[in-house]
């Protein structure tokens, strides 16, 4: 038997699926493609046709200004739908793209409302993981607005660790980060010489180790309280089982390919 996918993980912290459940959401996934690097899936003020749900790598979602630079307003880990409900808008007032290389699933809206119709208890999930999106983006704002430099850089990699460890997507304290330099500057709203000057010294006290493209949290307890970080902003809870899954439901990477 196939481990849980990281949807399905990630879901099953939003309501207690069935294995119908499981079974339905392992049908929406099984329709996969690879992504390059930096690819734009749908960009600002075009109609969304499609959902997207990142299955591996690490996807965004931004804008850009009218000076060319960018703002990343939050960073897509597998498990995460990129835009499940924008399509009730119309037009997109962001755009989407993958960060590194990506297996991507793209949902037609037909599928999606026959899914919300049909499967109440995954419909409550979907829900919860559109609660979860702005619970998140509000702790991205108080982090940009009240925590120093060195903090927001820590908190975000505690957030990513957890969100990571949720899927399944964490190899014992590390975990795939494949942003570069002038992206994570672009996600803190900062300068790359501030952000090179910050990742040095969280390096240089021991809170966090960096190897290519790959972090690792030595302590995160330690490294939680030097950030001011708690991860009830997830809303995640601990289940006592697996959730029950197909022995058909294929199992996807987690890190960028």
Known sequence: MHRPSPL??????????????????????????????????????????????????????????????????????????????????????????????????RIARPTIERLTERYPTVTRALWWATLVDEAVLREWLVNMGRRKTNQQIAHLFCELYVRMRTVGCTDGNSFAFPLTQDELADTLGISTVHLNRSLQKLREDGLVEFQG?????????????????????????????????????????????
Do not use: Q, W
């Open 213 to 257: 493209r790959v972090v690792t949290v030595p302590d995160l307890d330690r490294l939680s309280r030097y950030a001011g970080f708690t991860a009830n902003y997830l809303h995640l809870r601990v289940l006592p089982d697996e959730p029950p899954v197909a022995d058909e439901r294929p199992r996807g990477r987690c890190g960028p390919r």
């Open 8 to 105: 399905v993980r990630k879901l099953s912290h939003g309501a207690r699926l069935s294995r119908e459940d499981c079974e339905r959401l392992a049908a929406v996934e099984r329709d996969r493609r690879i992504v390059a690097p930096r690819t734009d899936l749908i960009i600002e003020g075009e109609e969304p046709e499609h959902v997207h749900l990142v299955v591996s790598g690490y996807a965004c979602r931004y804008k850009t200004l009218d000076d060319g630079s960018r703002s990343i307003m939050a960073l897509l880990v597998p498990g995460d739908f990129c835009d499940l409900h924008v399509a009730i808008l119309g037009r997109m007032d962001h755009s989407i793209a993958t960060v590194s290389e990506c297996e991507i699933v």
